[in-house]
Protein backbone atom coordinates (compact mmCIF):
# COMPACT_ATOMS: atom_id res chain seq x y z
CA UNK A 1 0.00 0.00 0.00
CA UNK A 2 1.40 3.05 -1.24
CA UNK A 3 1.12 5.72 2.00
CA UNK A 4 2.68 8.81 0.61
CA UNK A 5 1.33 12.11 2.43
CA UNK A 6 -0.70 9.81 4.70
CA UNK A 7 2.37 7.88 6.59
CA UNK A 8 4.76 8.81 8.36
CA UNK A 9 7.53 7.07 10.95
CA UNK A 10 8.48 8.60 14.38
CA UNK A 11 9.95 6.99 17.53
CA UNK A 12 10.21 3.73 15.43
CA UNK A 13 6.63 2.96 14.52
CA UNK A 14 4.79 3.97 11.38
CA UNK A 15 1.66 5.54 12.18
CA UNK A 16 -0.50 3.22 10.01
CA UNK A 17 1.09 -0.26 10.64
CA UNK A 18 2.00 0.16 14.25
CA UNK A 19 -0.62 2.40 14.88
CA UNK A 20 -3.49 2.52 12.67
CA UNK A 21 -3.61 6.10 12.35
CA UNK A 22 -3.75 8.18 8.90
CA UNK A 23 -2.15 11.52 8.52
CA UNK A 24 -4.86 13.81 6.69
CA UNK A 25 -4.93 17.07 4.97
CA UNK A 26 -6.96 20.76 6.71
CA UNK A 27 -9.15 20.63 3.27
CA UNK A 28 -8.32 19.60 0.14
CA UNK A 29 -4.79 20.30 0.45
CA UNK A 30 -1.44 19.58 2.52
CA UNK A 31 -0.04 22.53 4.19
CA UNK A 32 3.63 22.58 4.39
CA UNK A 33 6.39 25.15 5.95
CA UNK A 34 8.93 25.68 2.96
CA UNK A 35 11.27 26.70 5.79
CA UNK A 36 11.99 27.01 8.89
CA UNK A 37 11.45 30.20 11.38
CA UNK A 38 14.32 33.17 10.06
CA UNK A 39 15.28 35.85 12.14
CA UNK A 40 17.25 38.45 11.11
CA UNK A 41 19.74 40.32 13.10
CA UNK A 42 19.53 44.16 12.48
CA UNK A 43 20.44 46.77 14.66
CA UNK A 44 20.00 50.46 14.34
CA UNK A 45 22.01 53.68 14.63
CA UNK A 46 20.81 56.92 15.87
CA UNK A 47 20.68 59.73 12.93
CA UNK A 48 21.56 56.75 10.61
CA UNK A 49 19.19 55.84 7.69
CA UNK A 50 18.45 52.62 7.43
CA UNK A 51 19.90 50.05 9.49
CA UNK A 52 23.32 47.56 9.71
CA UNK A 53 22.36 43.83 8.89
CA UNK A 54 24.29 40.90 11.00
CA UNK A 55 22.73 38.04 9.38
CA UNK A 56 19.72 35.30 9.57
CA UNK A 57 19.39 32.91 12.62
CA UNK A 58 17.66 29.90 11.45
CA UNK A 59 15.08 28.42 13.69
CA UNK A 60 13.04 25.39 14.45
CA UNK A 61 11.16 23.76 11.89
CA UNK A 62 7.56 22.89 13.07
CA UNK A 63 5.83 20.34 11.22
CA UNK A 64 1.66 20.37 12.66
CA UNK A 65 0.26 16.76 12.11
CA UNK A 66 -3.65 16.00 11.48
CA UNK A 67 -4.45 12.36 11.64
CA UNK A 68 -7.80 9.93 11.85
CA UNK A 69 -8.16 6.25 13.21
CA UNK A 70 -10.48 4.27 12.63
CA UNK A 71 -10.94 0.63 14.62
CA UNK A 72 -8.17 1.55 16.99
CA UNK A 73 -8.23 -1.06 20.24
CA UNK A 74 -7.81 -0.08 23.82
CA UNK A 75 -3.93 -1.33 23.44
CA UNK A 76 -3.44 0.46 20.41
CA UNK A 77 -5.38 3.52 22.02
CA UNK A 78 -2.08 3.42 24.77
CA UNK A 79 0.53 2.67 21.67
CA UNK A 80 -0.60 5.69 20.56
CA UNK A 81 -0.37 7.75 23.21
CA UNK A 82 3.04 6.21 24.48
CA UNK A 83 4.75 6.85 21.10
CA UNK A 84 3.94 10.31 20.78
CA UNK A 85 4.34 11.09 24.84
CA UNK A 86 6.99 14.50 24.22
CA UNK A 87 10.17 12.34 26.04
CA UNK A 88 12.89 12.34 23.98
CA UNK A 89 13.78 13.25 20.03
CA UNK A 90 13.36 10.85 17.94
CA UNK A 91 13.91 9.95 14.09
CA UNK A 92 10.70 11.71 11.92
CA UNK A 93 9.93 10.26 8.40
CA UNK A 94 7.55 10.91 6.30
CA UNK A 95 6.49 8.46 3.75
CA UNK A 96 6.82 10.39 0.43
CA UNK A 97 10.50 11.45 1.40
CA UNK A 98 12.03 8.03 2.91
CA UNK A 99 15.49 9.40 2.33
CA UNK A 100 14.62 12.29 4.60
CA UNK A 101 15.03 11.79 8.27
CA UNK A 102 14.24 14.97 10.94
CA UNK A 103 15.72 14.58 14.73
CA UNK A 104 11.70 15.64 16.12
CA UNK A 105 10.44 15.95 19.23
CA UNK A 106 6.54 15.84 20.18
CA UNK A 107 5.61 19.76 21.70
CA UNK A 108 2.91 21.72 22.40
CA UNK A 109 -0.49 19.62 23.55
CA UNK A 110 -1.18 16.34 21.19
CA UNK A 111 -4.40 16.02 20.91
CA UNK A 112 -6.94 13.76 20.46
CA UNK A 113 -11.00 13.36 19.74
CA UNK A 114 -12.62 9.66 19.43
CA UNK A 115 -15.86 7.90 19.88
CA UNK A 116 -16.02 4.32 21.16
CA UNK A 117 -17.85 1.90 20.12
CA UNK A 118 -18.64 -1.78 21.07
CA UNK A 119 -18.15 -4.53 17.92
CA UNK A 120 -18.09 -8.37 18.61
CA UNK A 121 -17.42 -7.77 23.18
CA UNK A 122 -14.68 -5.28 22.50
CA UNK A 123 -13.99 -1.79 22.38
CA UNK A 124 -13.03 0.10 19.60
CA UNK A 125 -12.45 3.58 19.01
CA UNK A 126 -12.81 6.22 16.02
CA UNK A 127 -11.65 9.42 15.52
CA UNK A 128 -9.29 12.42 15.10
CA UNK A 129 -6.38 14.47 16.63
CA UNK A 130 -3.57 16.32 16.04
CA UNK A 131 0.59 16.43 17.28
CA UNK A 132 3.11 19.24 16.94
CA UNK A 133 6.73 18.02 15.97
CA UNK A 134 9.83 20.40 16.80
CA UNK A 135 12.88 20.05 15.02
CA UNK A 136 15.50 22.01 16.77
CA UNK A 137 18.02 21.22 13.93
CA UNK A 138 15.66 22.36 11.15
CA UNK A 139 17.03 20.43 8.31
CA UNK A 140 16.66 16.85 7.37
CA UNK A 141 19.96 14.47 7.24
CA UNK A 142 20.46 10.84 5.07
CA UNK A 143 19.08 7.99 6.68
Known amino acids: MDLDF ?12 DLK ?3 TSNGDRYEENVLPTL ?3 TAAVD ?12 GPRTFNI ?12 QEIKRTFDGEGIHDLIFDEEPY ?6 VTGTATMKHLCFEIEGSRV ?19
Open 6 to 17: IGFTYNGKHSYR
Open 21 to 23: IYR
Open 39 to 41: TEK
Open 47 to 58: GMVGQYYFGTQV
Open 66 to 77: SFAFDEVTEAGL
Open 100 to 105: KVYSAK
Open 125 to 143: YRGEGSIQFTCYYPYAHSR
